[in-house]
């Protein structure tokens, strides 16, 4: 039996720092049916701090101190509301929002994903029912819990040529690779922007290499790449997800300003680009969302090292600011409706398996 398609708000702040990324789409969890206003809500550089201090930590071992949880809900609520005054819409026009939170610690070897943000306080500010905790059964039955993305891509790639890559580069890479329609690959690829973004904190106090700028002006330490990618990662057979720590700055601390931020450019792409190998046919075309695609060193470095069109996901009509965030809102569908969102492919759980936590809105109030 069909079901019609509801509205739904998406909410992705994940490992990055940069604040909550709001999208309104409307579905039925299978297809998308239309994609509506998007945003992002920064953080402030001293809310941005509080976050990467308590990174690494177990929030149900050691509670975020100063209302931090409620905070960032909180930012996340204005998120929703900002969102719907764009839209012309009210919260009653909305279905469900998915609710992603903030990664503090992704530990799937040890059976441990953790998100933090109050889904009950979300509801209750919002007036809308939110699905969270989507990661967590994955983990619970043996899955990486990561990434969660893929089924998304797959729906809105439909019609495009495949085999068809979709390299995601936010704090942590991953990839989807695309055939037929239940032919579904996916994985992380090793560190997204955020090893550049924490370089560039240390080294210039700015949050990120703007316009790929700092990397252009350097040169890549070409022993120290190698060395970076002898990481035991890169040869693991997916499935395989990434903590926003596995990796660090402190390989790169002799270096320039500028050498460093294009070796870890470098780094970037080539981790990207050893993902590859384990397709089982090589992709056709490579699209490219996140923030990574706004850096012009990363994107030629991987038309270099691949061979093939590599584009920003733009070219085919999504929008790479607000795709993780639309994500979401396309999971907490098929979350209500019982559909799978992760599977064997995508993080290695034994079958494809729904998840998710709905809080109610009538219940929070």
């Not at 441990?112 to 699905?131: F, M, S």
């Not at 996901?313 to 639309?326: H, P």
């Amino acid at each position: 039996m069909s079901h019609p398609p509801v509205l739904a708000v998406g909410l992705m702040s994940g490992t990055s720092m940069d604040g909550v990324d709001a999208a309104l789409i409307e579905t039925d969890g299978e297809r998308v049916a239309w994609t509506g206003p998007a945003l992002t809500l920064p953080y402030d550089p001293a809310f941005r701090e509080e976050l990467r201090a308590i990174l690494g930590q177990d929030p149900l071992i050691r509670p975020p101190a100063g209302g931090l949880v409620e905070r960032l809900t909180a930012r996340h609520a204005e998120a929703v509301s900002v969102l719907l005054a764009a839209a012309g819409r009210a919260p009653a026009d909305i279905s469900v929002i998915g609710f992603h939170g903030h990664t503090v610690l992704h530990r799937p070897d040890l059976g441990v994903t953790r998100q933090i943000g109050d889904a009950a306080q979300l509801a209750l500010e919002t007036g809308i029912d939110v699905v969270c905790d989507l990661r967590v059964e994955d983990v619970r039955r043996g899955g990486e819990g990561a990434p969660l993305v893929p089924v998304y891509h797959r729906a809105l790639a439909a019609g495009l040529e495949r085999p068809l890559a979709v390299l995601n580069l936010g704090g942590v890479g991953n990839v989807t690779w695309i055939s037929g329609a239940d032919d579904l690959l996916a994985f992380d690829t090793g560190p997204g922007n955020a090893l550049l973004d924490d370089w560039m904190l240390a080294c210039t106090g700015l949050a990120m290499d703007r316009d790929g700028a700092l990397a252009a002006g350097g040169t890549v330490d070409e022993m120290l790449l190698k060395q970076l990618m002898r990481n035991d990662f890169f040869d693991k057979s997916p499935p395989k997800s990434l903590d926003r720590r596995d990796f660090g700055i402190e390989a790169v601390a002799g270096l320039s300003a500028a050498n460093g931020a294009a070796t870890l450019a470098a780094f970037t792409v080539h981790a990207a680009a050893r993902a590859a190998s384990f397709f089982p046919r090589p992709a056709k075309r490579w699209l490219v969302t996140g923030g990574g695609r706004r850096n012009p060193v990363i994107m030629r470095g991987l038309r270099n090292l691949l061979r093939l069109p590599v584009d920003p996901v733009e070219a085919v009509g999504w929008d790479g600011d607000a795709l993780e965030a639309q994500a979401f809102a396309f999971l907490a569908v098929r979350s209500q409706r019982g559909l799978p969102i992760t599977f064997p492919g995508t993080t290695g759980v034994s079958e494809p398996l729904t998840g998710g936590r709905t809080c109610r809105a009538a219940e929070a109030a």
